[in-house]
């Protein structure tokens, strides 16, 4: 019997069938089955002397009166604690830590260590195998913190810590918010003094360890 004549007999008779929704356990099992956790192999040791051999990642959030949300992502490198990369968004779609991969990309231009690599929490982001896929096209090796412990990542953290300081909830236009991140930026890597640094500025310590 043909579809639309059964349509019409239901309709007629007001027969309806019963819509079997997808189970949203199924769906988040699925995700979970098609990201990969990897293993912590930073293990907390962040006093490292080889600037580009660690980096550590991580987004937060950046409240403010423009009406919308943002998001900052950043890379760090632990052994000069500079901010080599970041990236401010509205969304938190993959976007963000692709750009934040291809700026990361460019700042290294071709000059990887053998043994550079890149630490996460477990967060959505960094299990998506796009994202693991191009870490490694860079070159890296993907380490993860162990899941709901901050203190895997306390590197990151810190500067984020640091960075809340400012004022951004003022910010009334995404513009605006750039710009006071832009000015941050460029305050810790060239300005501001770190008393584990040496009394260097991030900048001048990586100038120190390579000249050493």
């Not at 007001?14 to 189970?23: P, T, V």
């Not at 990897?38 to 580009?52: A, D």
């Not at 003094?193 to 360890?209: D, I, V």
Request: aromatic content about 10%; hydrophobic content about 35%.
């Amino acid at each position: 019997m043909n579809h639309k004549k059964i349509l019409r007999l239901m309709r007629k008779f007001n027969l309806f069938a019963n819509i079997r929704r997808a189970n949203p356990y199924k769906q988040i099992a699925k995700a979970t089955q098609e990201h990969t956790v990897c293993p912590n192999l930073l293990n907390r040791e962040f006093e490292q002397v080889e600037p580009g051999k660690v980096f550590v990642t991580d987004i937060t959030y950046l409240p403010n009166r423009s009406g919308q949300m943002a998001y900052l992502s950043a890379v760090k490198n632990v052994a000069t604690r500079e901010i080599v990369v970041y990236e401010v968004t509205t969304t938190l779609t993959m976007e963000i830590v692709y750009c934040m991969l291809k700026k990361l990309k460019e700042a290294l231009n071709g000059n990887v260590h053998p043994e550079a690599m890149i630490h996460s929490d477990q967060g959505f982001h960094y299990t998506h195998p796009e994202y693991q896929q191009r870490v490694k096209e860079i070159g890296l090796i993907q380490s993860m913190s162990r899941r709901g412990n901050c203190l895997d990542n306390a590197s990151i953290e810190s500067f984020f810590g640091h960075f809340k300081d400012v004022d951004f909830k003022q910010a009334t236009s995404l513009d605006e918010l750039k710009r006071l991140v832009d000015d941050y930026m460029a305050y810790y890597t060239g300005t501001r003094k770190q008393w584990n640094l040496k009394k260097m500025t991030p900048a001048q310590y990586r100038s120190h360890l390579i000249a050493a």
